[in-house]
C-alpha cells in the first residue's frame, strides 16, 4: 500500500476515500491473463458481502453475490485460502494485514522488521487503513468461541492438529483445519470450513488453538475478527 501522489489518476471510489493504493501483481495465471488482455490495471472489491466469511470458491461467490453480479470468472478453488498480506509502505513499513505471505518471509526480504499499526479502540466506526481491519470482519452468522479446550452442548467443532478435545463426540458437526497440523493446510481450509459449518444450525462454533507462527498470524487474526460476530 502506497500514499497517493498529487497528480494521482485513481479515483477517490477506487480507494475508499483513503489516501493511498493498494497494489497487487496476481500468481494465478487466469488473473494475469485478463490483465495482459486488459492492458490496464483493474480496480475491483472483494468478492463477497462485506464483512462476511470470504469466498474461496465459485460457489462461495455465487451464494454471497446471486443477483447482484452478471459474471463469475471461475479459475478454481483457492491455493492460499486466507487474503493478500498488506504491508503500508510509509516512513516505516507497517503489516497492515497478515495474509498469505507470512511476517518473516516479508522482514527477511526488507531486513527490517514490520511495524505494527496503533490499535484504535473505536475502530468499528474510524476509517480502516486497509481491508480486513475492522475488529468485526469475516464472520459467519454462527457466533465463534475462541481458543476452546472442551465443547459445549450444542457447538460444532472447528479442530485443528491431531489431538481431540473433551465433548469432540457431542459436537454437532467437526471440521479439521488440518489434522497434522500443517499451518498451509489450515489456511486453505478455513474459510470453506468456516462456511459449511455455519450451515449446519450450531450454537456455536469452538475452535481450537492454532499456533501463532507463520501463516498461523494470518488465520488467527481472521478468527479473531470472525469472533467479533456480524455488524
Known sequence: MLPKTKDRAVADLATAGLDTVAIRVPAHPLARAILRAFGR???????NLSGHVSPTTAAHV?????????????GGAVVVGVESTIV????????????????????RVLGRALVQPLEDADNETSQPLAPGMLASHYAPRTPVRLRAQRIEAGEALLAFGPAAVPGTDSATAVMNLSAQGDLNEAAANLFGYLRALDAKGARAIAVMPVPDHGLGEAINDRLRRAAMGRK
Open 41 to 47: 490495471p483493474v480496480v475491483a472489491p472483494s468478492a
Open 88 to 107: 503500508g509502505c510509509f516512513d516505516e513499513p507497517m503489516l497492515l494485514r497478515p495474509g498469505g505471505v507470512p511476517r518473516g518471509e516479508i522482514e
Open 62 to 74: 455465487q451464494s454471497d453475490l446471486a443477483g447482484r453480479i452478471d459474471l463469475i470468472v471461475d
